[in-house]
């Protein structure tokens, strides 16, 4: 819970900075304006084509209500998610590890990751989806199916990427347990609980396509038509679109916002909200993926299968692999957040079993654990918009493609 609270002060720190809307924020904030006013998204009171589901944006629109419509508002919905991912990627760890210094472990390593930093302070919808993907974990392992359930169909409300993790837990479920009824069940709960996140656009007449086609049903089918066709076409191209052969060391991340703002006591200032893992957190896990592939190499081989490797392993097929499958389209490396988690507790992984191959790991895992300390601490200022200077910034681009 320590680690937890220090989460939460971090993403909650100077929350309102930078000033103004960031990135993708201009959609998201004002799709969350409109849900307040209408219940579905316009444009100039017209019907908008909107191309995320809703509950990403409604979440953001309850920090709106409760705070204001300022930079706190728009952005404590993804601050309180991005810390609840913490304390879940820690439930899970010791559900799977069943040891309390690797779940602490666990939550330390997501604290000091500048990526689920980032996200959980910028109004965007991948935290939501991570959060609901964690929250589905955690209720298939503590045996909770019709929770497991809904989380499914509201991670699928918050982002569509979702749909990899639900095919691939699914299919989980049906391997480990074998039993065909209930996991149809909890599909059908699924896909139930994702109409109903569409209820502002049902009850509204104003909603894009609503009234395409004679039944509302058919009409939302038309309307996923449309959305499908925009997310497989998205061929257009952006400054920080990266390949996701690039994402695990952080090849070209996506700068949300750049400034050169004065104030810093110096003739050239700088101001970034860079969208980065923790270098050195995301090499070790490169190392902690091929060693992860190992393992469950060598399960299968064995026939067993132990959750401590097979929960990261699918965590990581489901968020990263399908993304290789879209060479044209543009992808960035912020959405490697979908996987962060089970990254994470890949290399709790690889510490659990070095150490308990030698104790005498412990100092290299302790030794590791300080300089990710020290890494983190080197690019909060990118992580979080302070103003700094050019100097001091520029030393922080270790790679020309970071700028």
Not at 62 to 84: P, Q
Not at 325 to 333: I, L, P, S
Request: glycine share 6%.
């Amino acid at each position: 819970m320590v680690i937890t609270f220090m989460a939460f002060v971090l993403r909650i720190f100077h929350l309102d900075r930078p000033k103004g809307l960031v990135f993708d924020e201009i959609y998201y904030v004002d799709g969350a304006r409109d849900y307040l006013k209408q219940g579905v998204e316009l444009a100039k009171g017209a019907p908008e084509f909107v191309v995320h589901p809703p509950v990403g944006k409604w979440l953001i629109a309850v920090g709106i209500k409760l705070f204001g419509d300022h930079e706190f508002g728009w952005r404590i919905a993804v601050a309180v998610a991005g810390t609840l991912t913490v304390y879940l990627t820690a439930r899970i760890a010791l559900k799977i590890f069943h040891e309390n210094k690797w779940a602490t472990l666990a939550a330390l390593l997501v604290t000091l990751d500048g990526m689920n930093l980032v996200m959980s302070r910028t109004a965007l919808l991948d935290i939501f989806l991570i959060l609901f993907i964690l929250l589905a974990v955690n209720a298939w392992l503590s045996g909770r199916y019709l929770s497991f359930a809904i989380y499914l169909g509201l991670a699928m409300g918050s982002k569509w990427s979702a749909l990899y993790f639900v095919i691939a837990l699914l299919l989980l479920e049906l391997v480990l347990n074998r039993k065909l009824l209930r996991t149809v069940k909890v599909g059908c709960i699924s896909f139930l609980t994702y109409l109903a996140t569409w209820f502002g656009w049902f009850a509204s007449s104003n909603g894009w396509d609503r009234n395409a086609k004679s039944n509302p049903i058919f009409s939302l089918f038309f309307y996923h038509k449309e959305m499908l066709n925009f997310h497989t076409g998205l061929t257009e191209k952006h400054a920080y679109q990266s390949n996701p052969w690039s994402w695990i060391v952080m090849g070209r991340p996506t700068s949300f916002f750049y400034q050169t703002p004065k104030g810093c006591d110096a003739k050239d200032c700088s101001q970034e909200v860079l969208a980065l893992g923790t270098p050195l957190l995301w090499w070790i896990g490169l190392f902690a993926i091929l060693f992860l592939i190992g393992v469950n190499l060598h399960n299968f081989a064995m026939r067993t299968v132990e959750l401590e490797s097979i929960i990261p392993f699918i965590g990581i097929l489901a968020g990263y692999l399908p993304w290789f499958f879209f060479q044209k389209r543009t992808v960035f490396t912020f959405y490697s957040i979908a996987f962060e988690p089970f990254l994470i507790l890949a290399i709790v992984l690889l510490a659990k079993i070095a150490y308990e191959y030698d104790e005498r790991f412990k100092y290299l895992i302790g030794f590791a654990v300080i300089l990710i300390t020290l890494n983190f601490i080197y690019f909060y200022p990118i992580f979080t918009g302070q103003i700094t200077t050019y100097q001091a910034w520029y030393d922080r681009m270790w790679w020309s493609s970071w700028i």
